[in-house]
């Protein structure tokens, strides 16, 4: 996972919350 894919990730932070968003995403 890079920044360049994922454009949204600008800061640790933001990252976290994608992980949590994949997270739910393998619930699913």
Known sequence: MT???NP???TPN???EV???MADD???
């Open 8 to 10: 949204k990730i600008k």
């Open 26 to 28: 393998a619930i699913l």
């Open 3 to 5: 920044p360049s894919k």
């Open 19 to 21: 992980i949590q968003q």
């Open 14 to 16: 933001d990252l976290k």
